[in-house]
């Protein structure tokens, strides 16, 4: 039997030695949950180990054929080029390894579930039942990027924690890089109506911008007491992460990278909509889509005709 290929965790990097230690931590358990596999995880940027140091380590462990899965929760910058630069010269600095390289991890329900808990822990520290929701409006905060696409993930990751959980909102902000920044947020959210606000960090560990959301937040909070603030946390090292990390293996290894299969209702158990998993699909008409020309309900046969003009 082959031995499967060992697992690489790509970092993105912290000034923070809390939000480093915490990536660290998050390997060591990978690792201790599949004691057969060689498990080593290293930074793109600002903290050590680097990620070529991971890889001689695994190197050195005879690891020939690795799977590396970037940590991040959206594709940016990171994911897209930086990794796959660093490990196509590792490639080269060590001749006869080979590797897949798995997907981001966000938006997937499992991580959604772990935010969902993060925002009823903020609702319970002030005395607020979790169920009631209707009023709460949720300020997600992305690390935000120069990468349009990037920014757009984590709308859609908003869109996927509102719909079917009966918040009152969730609107987007980022820390850096794109607009709105965490104030500009919170004014949008009270624009709407808002009066009862958490923000939510979508960020995987603690770290220097995961503060920064926090002091910000904290900071408009005091200069607009009529709004009830509150902040939720991280979402850490859960079991669902580890999981997920998991899953991102096994596709890797497999080359079962799916497009957006981890959101898709026909899949998955999305809250609101547990009726439509394993639905088979049909080709379906649009009315907004039909020629203009004629009217519905005339024995015209819909979907039999083209819809070129």
Sequence with gaps: MTTPPALLIAG????????AEAFRDFVRRLGARHPG??????FIELSPPPLGEAVTELVEQGVRRFAAVPLMLVSAGHAKGDIPAALAREKERHPGISYTYGRPLGPHPAL?????????EALGSAGRTPGDRSDVTVLLVGRGSTDPDANAEVHKAARLLWEGRGYAGVETAFVSLAAPDVPS???RCVRLGARRIVVLPYFLFTGILPDRVRHQTEGWAAAHPEVEVLSADVIGPEPELLDLVW???EEAVKGDLRMNCDS???RI???GFEDKVGMPQQPHFHPDDDDHHHGHGHGHHHGAHSHAH
């Design 185 to 187: 947020g919170l004014d």
């Design 264 to 266: 898709c209702v026909y």
């Design 247 to 249: 899953e991102r293996y």
């Design 37 to 42: 596999l060689p498990v080593a995880g290293g």
């Design 269 to 271: 158990a999305l809250p």
């Design 112 to 120: 959604l579930n772990v935010l969902e808990r993060r925002l009823d």
């Design 12 to 19: 993105h990097g912290t000034r923070d030695d809390a939000g």
